[in-house]
C-alpha cells in the first residue's frame, strides 16, 4: 500500500429480514426447473436468479421495508 492508495467501498443498507418457507415458493420460482426435487438446483453451488424471482423472495423475507430504497 502507498499514500495514494483509495479503497473502494460501496454504501450498503441492510434491512431486519426473517426466514421465509421455501414450499410456498416452489411453484412460483422459474428457476427450480424440477418442482418435485426442487432442491437439486442447489447442489451444484451459485447461479443466476433472475430479477422476477428475485422480488418475490425478497418479499417474502422482508415484510416491513422502507418505502424509499437506495440503490448502489
Known amino acids: 500500500m502507498n499514500e495514494g492508495f483509495t479503497p473502494y467501498r460501496r454504501n450498503?443498507?441492510?434491512y431486519k429480514t426473517?426466514?421465509?418457507p421455501i414450499a410456498p415458493l416452489i411453484d412460483k420460482l422459474s428457476f427450480i426447473e424440477?418442482?418435485?426435487q426442487w432442491g437439486y438446483k442447489f447442489r451444484f453451488g451459485l447461479f443466476e436468479i433472475g430479477e422476477e424471482d428475485y422480488k418475490l423472495i425478497e418479499a417474502e423475507m422482508i415484510k416491513d421495508r422502507p418505502t424509499k430504497t437506495t440503490s448502489i
Open 12 to 14: 450498503v443498507e441492510f
Open 18 to 20: 426473517e426466514d421465509a
Open 34 to 36: 424440477n418442482k418435485k
